[in-house]
């Protein structure tokens, strides 16, 4: 005897249980169930809800987007801004090499034209130590050995480059002489006394000649 609530019994031995009328005691009929609609409705739980435009807003999407794009453009700025702080550190670096390099050259050139100047100047001490010792003993060959002396050194100071400025006699020029003094004079502006010579290397002063100028009344 099949047992219809059985789980093990096959499908078609499960008998659905018959309602009776209390009254009449005749079998109440029973709506059947409609399988496709069930499986529809099984099927339709399974699959995705439409997606709902209304939900869609274009402009959020829109700032979304747009953070987006400034975001990259930090991130480009800050490789930039990397890499321009790497080049500035190389170019300090070289500016750095290029400050010491031009220093060791700067004070090397000072070196060698001292050394020069020194050089050039060695035989006027030379002159000077044999005019002192000749006016030591004849006071009156000082005199023309110092002179002599005095043309060496000039000829010196224009191998190096120097011309000498400031004698009796020239035109005032506030550029390359300095006026100690003014005095009556013929003319005006006209060096009548220099009292030490001035030097200048081409357009370059190097030291004003100091001398007594005269005006004119």
Do not use: C, Y
């Not at 000039?154 to 400025?165: D, I, N, P, R």
Request: proline content about 6%; aromatic content about 6%.
């Amino acid at each position: 005897m099949t047992n219809p609530n059985d789980p093990n019994q096959p499908h078609d031995a499960r008998k659905t249980p018959i309602d009776l009328d209390s009254e009449t005691g005749d079998e109440v009929n029973q709506p059947e169930t409609d399988v496709v609609d069930l499986e529809a409705s099984a099927a339709a739980a399974n699959e995705p809800e439409d997606f709902d435009s209304s939900v869609f807003d274009p402009a959020m999407f829109g700032q979304v987007q747009e953070m987006m794009d400034k975001l990259q453009r930090v991130d480009d700025l800050e490789r930039e801004n990397n890499d321009l702080k790497g080049r500035l550190g190389r170019l300090a670096a070289d500016f750095e090499s290029f400050r010491r390099r031009t220093a060791d050259d700067a004070s090397e050139a000072r070196s060698k034209g001292t050394a020069e100047a020194a050089e050039a100047l060695m035989p006027v001490f030379d002159d000077v130590s044999r005019a002192i010792e000749m006016g030591s003993g004849d006071p009156a060959k000082l005199l023309p050995g110092m002179q002599a002396v005095q043309s060496k050194v000039l000829s010196v100071f224009e191998k190096l480059g120097l011309s000498a400025t400031g004698q009796e006699g020239e035109a005032f020029d506030p550029q390359w002489h300095e006026a100690l003094q003014v005095v009556p004079g013929d003319e005006d502006d006209v060096v009548v006394q220099v009292f030490q010579r001035g030097f200048r290397m081409n357009d370059r002063l190097v030291r004003p000649a100091r001398v007594v100028v005269s005006k004119k009344e």
